[in-house]
């Protein structure tokens, strides 16, 4: 196993070089996250109304429609960076299993920490996007979640 000093600045300059990733991803997706953050609101109150008329349905229905083309669109992002970040990992974490222990946990969860406190990837509670890092497999996982009804 490697120096403890030298292994936390590699591992710093992993989680930099990912935070960078994780940065741009959150400024490709604050366009879209903005859009669905108004359509969900306009969504309630259309939803709250006890009479609606055939117009307030049809907006519904088009409503739906725009936030299934922006959940695509997030989707197709999300795959993208999550590529991206393998490459990372890839090219950072060690190989030795023993050196893989402890990037399990000096470098995992600050990964799945960064996702969790980005701003620009997520909406409330309605939306977010998360993460889980296999360091033995060299792999992080992003999912996407919604409740767009």
Not at 13 to 32: C, D, I, N, Y
Not at 80 to 104: Q, S, V, Y
Not at 108 to 132: E, M, N, S, T, W
């Amino acid at each position: 196993m490697g120096n403890p000093k030298d292994d936390k600045k590699k591992m710093d300059a992993a989680k930099k070089e990912v935070q960078g990733e994780v940065k741009k991803m959150s400024l490709k997706m604050r366009t879209p996250l903005s859009e669905v953050g108004e359509l969900l609101k306009r969504k309630a109150e259309l939803e709250a109304k006890k009479d609606q008329t055939p117009e307030d349905k049809a907006e519904l229905k088009d409503i739906d429609a725009k936030l299934a083309t922006l959940r695509k669109t997030m989707e197709k992002e999300m795959l993208a960076g999550t590529k991206r970040i393998d490459l990372m990992l890839k090219k950072h974490i060690p190989g030795d299993k023993k050196e893989a222990k402890a990037w399990e946990k000096g470098f995992a969860g600050g990964v799945v920490d960064l996702f969790k406190a980005d701003p620009g990837l997520k909406i409330g509670k309605q939306f977010f996007i998360g993460a889980d890092v296999s360091i033995p497999k060299k792999k992080i996982k992003l999912t996407l979640t919604y409740k767009f009804k």
